[in-house]
Nanobody, 122 residues
Framework: QVQLVESGGGSVQAGGSLRLSCAAS??????MAWFRQAPGKEREFVAG????????YYADSVKGRFTVSRDNAKNTVYLQMDSLKPEDAAVYSC?????????????????WGQGTQVTVSS
């Protein structure tokens, strides 16, 4: 069993930055991903990282602005969000899957955090 706890959400103005953290209980040596869900919209893939951290994946909408990383010694995955836009506002959740690869389908993840709110004002 893996428990995930996100932190770092908050309110920023457009153009600002936030850094989200996802702390895992026990081992975090799984592919991990960040998803977000805005009110009235479906959950969408934001970024993912392989278990070793050597491969990262991004949604086109965040590429070049967001950076996903991990520190397996701390069992923590991060999402650095720069140049935030109002359309980035959502609840951000981290997820882990107990097989080898990152995928963009949220239904294929086995563990989820509770989510953290990100608000971006224009």
């Amino acid at each position: 069993q893996v428990q995930l706890v996100e932190s770092g959400g908050g309110s920023v103005q457009a153009g600002g930055s936030l850094r989200l953290s996802c702390a895992a209980s026990g081992s975090s040596n799984y592919p991990m991903a960040w998803f977000r869900q805005a009110p009235g919209k479906e959950r969408e893939f934001v970024a993912g990282i392989s278990w070793g951290g050597g491969t990262t994946y991004y949604a086109d909408s965040v590429k070049g602005r967001f950076t996903v990383s991990r520190d397996n010694a701390k069992n923590t995955v991060y999402l650095q969000m720069d140049s935030l836009k109002p359309e980035d506002a959502a609840v951000y959740s981290c997820a882990a899957r107990i097989v080898l690869a990152v995928v963009r389908d949220s239904r294929l993840y086995h563990y989820w955090g509770q989510g953290t709110q990100v608000t971006v004002s224009s």
